[in-house]
């Protein structure tokens, strides 16, 4: 009898194990939709890979996630849905390897969309095209409303808090990075890594996102929010360290296409080290453009206008400082940008909205191959005792360049812009804010404070190529 009653305790044992596991296995965290039919999982990850070559997936509750996450979304097998997180977290996202690209909850999404999620812990480590969300986007793939709360993202080439890289065409939009962020090579940027190359038709659009996590490169290219960008860049906000080679609190290098409009960086700028020492800026660190060997990658290229920005973040650069773009090569639109850092310095250049404007290189494209930079409605705070540099100025350092002044202020279809060609040949060092220059422009006379350098030409050798 006793061993009878032994039999069926260890029964009745067994049974509830079982049940308690059954249980945990069917509760479900994810359903995905393909046309009429939805399907609920108790997978995230068999969730997604439902959906790869289209559909809906989306989260039903908060989800931890247990061991390694496989990244969902290959070279020959991209994620093409929709990944909508409905508001809730991802706790737990942990991808150890570091030889391997494409690394994210997705590796590449291919004209899909990821949207509405929240990652608390992360710890995503890959080679190339690192992100928490996405490694890449392709094909106007777009991710909106992300969330990373911390954890740390690292790599070695195009690392981002949120994306690793978006190729011609595709957006990130309305999201944060609390993540720590690093590069071992370069391209590493607090939202996106790098946001890069053209084609005809397509864009790139980086908006409303905000970056509170500290982002170092080891190597070229680290910004607050992407580091190599040919994308519009706008409405963005960083508050963190940003620390590498041409770096800047919003974009590290902006190149051949864009705009950088609207943006606020209050977070410290530091060049570490490196040999290609091109720029340090509040906003952007260089801004320049491809020449031959890369015109097949950019089909569109035209002049890059930074516009409506602010920074109030210490600047200090390896050879150039600017309190908006360490370094401007060729063209480029600069207005209605404000600078408010208490200090900033650089080894050669440094100036209050740009540190340093060169023409030596020559583009591919034909606009920007112009020289041709449009400057005005800019203002710095900084003291010019406060810039340190071989060669400084309180506004933009031109090295004897000309330049293109707007004088003409709220333009109307009566009183269309106008532009005044400002070449500055003398040697003097302008030590002084200038006062106000009034001219007859045929619709009223017009004021305009005018600081501008013209002490380059006796620094000439002292060019970066």
């Given amino acids: 009898m006793k061993k009878l009653l032994a ?18 296995e069917v509760e479900n965290v994810a359903q995905t939709t393909k046309g009429n039919t939805t399907t609920q999982y108790s997978s995230l990850a068999e969730a997604l ?23 969902v979304g290959t070279e020959t097998e991209p994620f093409k849905g929709t990944f909508d997180g409905k508001g809730y977290t991802i706790t737990g996202l942990t991808i150890p390897t570091s030889d391997n690209e494409y690394m994210g909850l997705i590796g590449i999404l291919d004209g899909g969309t990821v949207k509405n999620v929240k990652f608390a812990s992360v710890s995503v480590t890959g080679k190339n095209d690192v992100g928490t969300a996405v490694g890449r986007i392709i094909n106007g793939g777009t ?22 890289s978006i190729i011609a065409d595709g957006s990130a939009l309305n999201c944060t990075n ?29 908006t409303d996102c905000k970056n509170n996590g500290a982002v170092t490169s080891s190597g070229m290219g680290a910004g607050g ?27 590290g290098e902006q ?19 490196g040999e290609n020492t091109y720029g340090a800026g509040g906003i952007i660190g260089w801004l320049r453009y491809h020449g031959t060997s890369e015109a097949s990658a950019y089909e569109v290229s035209d002049i890059i206008s930074v516009t409506g920005n602010k920074n109030s973040g210490s600047v200090t650069g390896g050879n150039d400082a600017g309190g908006i773009v360490g370094t401007v090569y060729n063209s480029a639109v600069i207005m209605n940008n404000q600078n408010t850092a208490a200090s900033f310095s650089a080894a050669t250049f440094a100036a209050g909205i740009v540190g340093n404007y060169q023409t030596v290189e020559t583009p591919a494209a034909e606009a920007p191959a112009q020289n041709k930079l449009t400057f005005g409605s800019n203002t710095s705070t ?36 106008h532009y005044y060609y ?17 001219f007859d422009a045929g619709v009223g006379i017009y004021a305009v404070t005018a600081v501008l350098s013209v002490t380059g030409m006796a620094w000439t050798a002292k060019k970066r190529h």
């Fill in 255 to 273: 190149k051949s296409y864009g705009s950088v409009t609207n943006n606020t960086n209050s977070g410290a700028v530091t060049y570490t080290s």
């Fill in 143 to 164: 991710v909106s409303g992300v969330r990373v709360l911390d954890g740390t993202v690292s790599g070695a080439k195009r690392v981002g808090g949120v994306v690793g």
């Fill in 7 to 24: 039999t069926i305790l260890a029964l009745v044992m067994a049974l509830s194990v079982t049940t308690i596991s059954w249980a945990s």
């Fill in 225 to 251: 929010i992407v580091g190599l960008s040919a994308a519009n860049v706008s409405g963005n906000t960083n508050t963190a360290a940003v620390k590498g080679t041409e770096v800047g609190g919003i974009v």
């Fill in 382 to 417: 900084t003291p010019l005792e406060q810039i340190t540099a071989q060669c400084k100025d309180l506004l933009i350092y031109t090295n004897g360049n000309p330049i293109i002044e707007e004088v003409v202020p709220d333009p109307t279809p009566e009183q269309p812009p």
């Fill in 49 to 71: 890979n439902a959906a790869k070559d289209g559909g809906t997936v989306e989260l039903l509750k908060n989800v931890t996630l247990t061991g390694n996450w496989t990244t």
């Fill in 178 to 206: 609390a993540a720590t962020v690093t590069g071992s090579v370069y391209n590493v940027g607090g939202i996106v890594g790098a946001a890069y190359y053209t084609k005809t038709g397509k864009q790139m659009h980086i």
């Fill in 422 to 438: 400002h070449p500055t040949t003398d040697t003097k060092t302008d030590t002084t804010k200038g006062s106000p220059k009034t």
